[in-house]
Structures are given as structure tokens and as C-alpha cells.
């Protein structure tokens, strides 16, 4: 079984690395904060005193950190050489496309082998190990991380060259936001009009108006019993993620000349609902920025 160095073992790399360790390999890990460390041990992942020594010996390294400037400067840090050459360089955080693209030329230049692969289904997702996967790089290193993302995941798709991966995932989580204060604002005028969040509910996810916001993850109690509406909108798929993905997407937008004004219109709600401190909450709680 190939050796895998985790580094980033937060609310969805510990589970990560928890089903890889299920699945037989061998899995070293490291984390900067002490308290994931302590989370990582009691759980029984080998730990390493850094990264360095995280990736000695690894056939594979499983990036899941916060953001792009993590991903590029622990990349820098030393860890292309401190790993062996062709050793497998994954980076399932969500970052933007072009630190992805830097990521993955560096890889290259120190003679490593690299995908982006960003994840959706939340830490439910990883701790269940039902993930998707969306994957940019080449071939031969998709089919090389297949069995390994299979262990963590239920759907592996491969999207392209480098940096593909990336764009699926800001693209698909644009349309997220968009339609999820879309279906918000449908329940608000309901609402308005005297018309039951059930009856909107029953013709709605029957029709043309139907879509995994409103059938899944309903923003109103009631109709959908699993949705975060039931549960105090406690996360689920916090409100600040979802801000930081519309940000990525804007940000790709622009430099790319897209035109994508209700991607930033949805960005500059959500904005707003993380600045008056509803960051930590669902991201269907957004239904209450437009009850204000
Ligand atoms: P998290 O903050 O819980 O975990 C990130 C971990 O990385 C932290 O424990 C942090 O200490 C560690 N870290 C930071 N710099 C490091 C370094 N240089 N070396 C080693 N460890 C380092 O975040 P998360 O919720 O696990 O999310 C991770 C990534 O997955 C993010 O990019 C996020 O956007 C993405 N994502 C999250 C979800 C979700 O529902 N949480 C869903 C899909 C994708």
C-alpha cells in the first residue's frame, strides 16, 4: 500500500485521512495547529513533527488547506524536495485557479507529479466517504490517483489540464449561491402572498422551479426534515465557505472577462450576511437577509 502524507488535518482533511487509514494505507500526517494534531492522535493517524518529514518516503501528498497562498507557500517551504521524485502531489483544497496552476508548475519543476482535485459533499461527505472529486492534471496521474481518491470519495470526475478541477468547483458552487438566493427569495414572496412554505414546496420541486437548493437543502423548516433549516441552520456548508467560493469565482470572472453579474450580486449578499456575522451559519440562512 502506498505511503500517504496528509498535511491538513482539519474539519475535512482529518476525515480524509481517516477513511484513507480504513482503506489499508499507510498515512503520515501533519497539522501547524496543535489542537488538529491532538484530534489527528486521538483518532490514530501517525503524526509527524512537520511537514518535511511528513512527506519523506511518500508516494503521495494530500494537500487540504484554507486557501491558495497556504497551498503555494507550504509548496515552497521545502516539500517538493524533501518527497521523493515522482512522488504524487494532490492538492484537494479549494483555492483559486491560478495559484492551482502555480502550484502545479512548481510541482513540475522539482520533477513531482500533481493534481488539483477540490472536493464537494462537506465534511458529511468526507466523514462518510462519499466525496466528489473534481480533478485537473494529466491522465497518467488521474488514473495513478483513482484507487487513492476512491477511498475517500464516490464520484471522481476528471475535468481537464491543469487547473480544471479548481474551475469546475467555483463554477458549480456559483450556481449554488445563485439558485440557493434564488429559492430564498421564492419563499419570501410566498410568504407575502399568504401562500404555505409546503405548497410552494409541492409545486415547486415539481417543476420547472425544482433544483438541489430547494429539494435538498430546503432554506425553510418543514418541507425538507434534513435540511439546516430544522437545525437552527447550523452548518452543513457554513455561509463564509460559501463567500469565499462566489470571491473565487469573481475573482475568475474578472480575470477572465466573464460576464457573471448575478455571481457578483450573489457574492455581495452573501457579503453582506458574513459581515453582520452569520458567517458561522448555513449558507441557506441567507433567507434571512432578505426577511431584513
Ligand atoms: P479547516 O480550517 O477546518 O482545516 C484546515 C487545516 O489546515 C487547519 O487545521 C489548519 O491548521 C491546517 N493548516 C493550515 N496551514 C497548514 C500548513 N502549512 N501545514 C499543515 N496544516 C496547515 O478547513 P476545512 O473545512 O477542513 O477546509 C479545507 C479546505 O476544504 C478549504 O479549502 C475549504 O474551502 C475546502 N472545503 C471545505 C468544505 C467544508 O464543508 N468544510 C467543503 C468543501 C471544500
Not at 225 to 234: H, I, L, R, T, V
Request: hydrophobic letters at 50%; a negative charge; proline letters at 5%.
Amino acid at each position: 500500500m502506498p505511503k500517504i502524507a496528509c498535511l491538513g488535518l482539519g474539519n475535512m482533511g482529518l476525515p480524509m485521512a481517516i477513511n484513507l487509514l480504513k482503506a489499508g494505507h499507510l498515512v503520515v500526517g501533519y497539522d501547524v495547529a496543535p489542537a488538529a494534531r491532538d484530534a489527528a492522535r486521538a483518532a490514530g493517524i501517525t503524526l509527524a513533527p512537520d511537514a518535511a518529514t511528513a512527506v519523506a518516503g511518500a508516494d503521495v501528498v494530500l494537500t487540504m488547506l484554507p486557501n491558495g497562498n497556504l497551498v503555494l507557500d507550504l509548496y515552497i517551504s521545502g516539500i517538493l524536495t524533501a518527497a521523493p521524485p515522482g512522488c504524487l502531489f494532490i492538492d484537494s483544497s479549494t483555492i483559486d485557479v491560478a495559484s492551482a496552476r502555480a502550484a502545479h508548475d512548481l510541482a513540475q519543476k522539482a520533477g513531482q507529479t500533481s493534481l488539483d482535485a477540490p472536493v464537494s459533499g462537506g465534511v458529511g461527505g468526507a466523514s462518510a466517504g462519499t466525496l466528489t472529486f473534481m480533478v485537473g492534471g494529466d491522465q497518467a496521474a488521474f488514473a495513478r490517483a483513482e484507487p487513492i481518491l476512491a477511498a475517500m470519495g464516490k464520484k471522481i470526475v476528471h475535468c481537464g489540464h491543469n487547473g480544471a478541477g479548481q474551475a469546475a468547483k467555483i463554477c458549480n458552487n456559483m450556481i449554488l449561491g445563485i439558485s440557493m438566493i434564488a429559492v430564498s427569495e421564492a419563499f419570501v414572496l410566498a410568504e407575502k402572498l399568504g401562500l404555505s412554505a409546503q405548497s410552494l414546496f409541492d409545486v415547486a420541486s415539481t417543476s420547472s422551479g425544482q433544483c438541489w437548493s430547494l429539494t435538498t437543502y430546503c432554506p425553510v423548516p418543514g418541507p425538507v426534515p434534513a435540511s439546516p433549516a430544522n437545525n437552527g441552520y447550523q452548518p452543513g456548508f457554513a455561509a463564509a465557505l460559501m463567500l469565499k467560493d462566489l470571491a473565487l469565482s469573481q475573482d475568475a470572472a474578472e480575470a477572465n472577462h466573464a460576464h457573471t453579474p448575478l455571481g457578483h450580486h450573489a457574492a455581495e449578499i452573501y457579503r453582506q450576511f458574513v459581515e453582520a456575522g452569520g458567517g458561522n451559519q448555513d449558507f441557506s440562512a441567507i433567507i434571512k437577509v432578505l426577511r431584513m
